[in-house]
């Protein structure tokens, strides 16, 4: 069964979710949405929300955070959401290199007290399993670009989103 073709708006932005013939999704699904963003870009993370919502509801995914964090942090960090920041892009180097994250996480030095400034992607979302860190969206790999959207198409159709294991 697909849920979603039920509806008869006509809308091409629809989310179709599979729910025959597969598990709910094993591990934990984050999603980080960033404040403060332009109109066009919240309503691309709006989509996001609502996917998220649909796949939750249709049982597919059971341990959903969404987080909210600021454009950009310098580190050292102040703590909460800052420290939280800055410690997931640390960890995301540790674990895939500083090249997947390029353009959707940037760094550069800063002045003063602080060691440097960490942009953060208006979107991102890490799929985490008993044994770490195992998706990441969005993401370099190989050549190819791993959008956000991606992962979402992969979880409404019951493809496997674990990119990182691999690297």
Do not use: K
């Not at 691309?44 to 059971?62: C, K, P, Y």
């Amino acid at each position: 069964m697909l849920r979603g073709l039920d509806t008869t708006d006509g809308d091409p932005d629809r989310v179709v979710v599979q729910v025959a013939g597969r598990e709910a999704l094993d591990g934990r699904l984050t999603v980080y949405l960033r404040d403060g963003v332009s109109a066009v870009v919240g309503e691309r993370q709006s989509r996001v929300r609502e996917t998220i919502g649909q796949l939750e509801s249709a049982g597919v995914v059971a341990d959903v955070e969404v987080t909210e964090w600021p454009d950009r942090v310098r580190t050292p960090a102040d703590g909460g959401v800052e420290a939280d920041a800055v410690a997931l892009y640390d960890e995301l180097v540790e674990v895939v290199g500083t090249e997947p994250l390029q353009l959707f996480f940037e760094t550069r030095p800063a002045t003063g007290s602080h060691g440097r400034v960490l942009e953060l992607p208006a979107i991102c979302v890490t799929y985490r399993t008993d044994d770490g860190l195992a998706g990441l969206y969005p993401r370099w790999r190989d050549g190819d670009h791993h959008s956000v959207e991606d992962c979402l198409e992969a979880l409404c159709g019951g493809d496997r989103i674990a990119n990182v294991r691999s690297d």
